[in-house]
């Protein structure tokens, strides 16, 4: 008899793909959170050379020494001291997940996680034998957790809580008072604290608010390029703390995943790093237009209200249609050409919301909201 683990068995295909797999051809793509640019030539050419320059072999797992020293230098000016030793090279955010849960997670603690949640923080916790446990970030808080709500669920068995801003799939960002609210609420309890950062060049209207030097080091930071270098496919990211003990364990997790990142590509990211840093503000401008354009049309349909995100490539508006639930909505707007996913995609509370990520081009926009406000005023009448 062919038998799984109950760990797999456990685990389910996340919503996203699901209606991903649904769509049709014609369909306006919401979908996938993933920016509709190609990664800047010159790191095009830079992976393309190292590659023809032999670099095509294992490499160290930490990572190339000059890009995680080029990197500790970008946070130099949240943490100072921070150097090449504070950086692991990664597959990617989720591969750095994984390692950070496979770290610190013993069978039976609790991770403390966002709900709507990025859907794989519940099931890499799982599969390290943990258990999530979900604290809310409610639309009328504008998608930021109060710490009152963070009291009620943290107990005993609770080593880590993980944050995630700005946050997919809400869009929601936190200022820098409520970011030392909630690092005190890691440091009162002694908790890990886990700061999910892989949109922090896609910021809108201010700055981003780092968790890094916030004047709490028991924590650890996962980026990624694949959003802000337009990089998804190339699956490059990384770890950072700036406790060395942590990142020791860290690497040891890594060595145990993928034993070390891709040679060549960690050439070209240098590349892009050094000759094209402002790529990323290059991209966001065109993605706070879009943004403007997706929250104008949707807070002009009726039983449809949403916050103007100021960070990620996400809205998440609430669409009220008596007697549907997001599903049941979801489906309806792909039957009228229009992919995107159901708030419940991203955990129970996400229910009455949709999830649009605005990576797609203004005209597709504009097009797809057609779509929707046609199907919500079918649906309404
Ligand atoms: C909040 C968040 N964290 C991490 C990731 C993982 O990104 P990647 O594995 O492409 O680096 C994603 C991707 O969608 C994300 O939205």
Not at 263 to 290: G, I, S
């Amino acid at each position: 008899m062919v038998r799984f683990s109950d760990r797999s068995n456990s685990i389910r295909p996340t919503g996203v793909r699901r209606m991903f797999d649904m769509a049709g051809d014609d369909a306006v793509q919401f979908g996938l959170g993933e920016p509709d640019f190609q990664p800047p030539d010159i790191a095009i050419e830079a992976f393309t050379n190292a590659m023809r320059d032999g670099r095509n072999k294992y490499t160290t797992t930490a990572g190339l020494p000059e890009l995680r020293e080029k990197i500790a230098e970008m946070w130099h000016h949240r943490i100072p001291t921070l150097d090449g030793s504070n950086v692991c090279i990664t597959m990617s955010g989720t591969n750095a997940l994984l390692d950070i849960f496979l770290a610190i997670v013993n069978p039976g603690d609790k991770v403390m996680i966002p709900e709507p949640y990025f859907p794989l923080y519940p099931p890499d916790v799982v599969i390290c034998g943990g258990e999530p446990s979900f604290y809310p970030c409610k639309f009328e808080n504008g998608f930021v957790p109060s710490i009152s709500d963070l009291q009620d669920i943290v107990d005993e068995k609770t080593v880590a809580i993980l944050y995630n801003f700005p946050s997919n799939p809400t869009g929601g960002n936190v200022n820098e008072e409520q970011r030392d609210e909630l690092v005190e609420f890691a440091r009162e309890n002694d908790l890990w604290l886990i700061t999910d950062e892989v949109y922090d060049r896609i910021v809108y209207d201010s700055p981003h608010v780092s968790f890094l030097g916030a004047g709490y080091d028991k924590l650890v930071m996962v980026q990624s390029f694949s959003k802000t270098f337009a990089m998804t496919g190339w699956r490059i990211g990384y770890l950072l703390s700036p406790d060395p003990e942590f990142m020791v364990e860290l690497t040891k997790m890594q060595y145990y995943v993928t034993a070390c990142s891709n040679d060549a590509m960690q050439h070209a990211v240098l590349e892009a790093l050094e000759k094209y840093p402002n790529y990323p503000e290059e991209m966001c401008a065109e993605f706070q237009t879009r943004r403007d354009l997706i929250c104008e049309r949707l807070n002009s349909m009726p039983g449809v209200s949403c916050h103007t995100p100021t960070g990620a490539f996400y809205v998440f508006p609430k669409v009220e249609i008596p007697g549907m639930n997001s599903e049941e909505i979801a489906l309806k707007l792909l039957e009228g050409g229009v992919l995107c996913s159901p708030g419940t995609a991203f955990g129970d509370a996400g229910e009455g919301h949709l999830r649009f990520a605005y990576t797609i081009g203004r005209e597709d926009i504009s097009k797809g909201m057609d779509r929707v406000e046609r199907v919500l005023r079918e649906l309404r009448s």
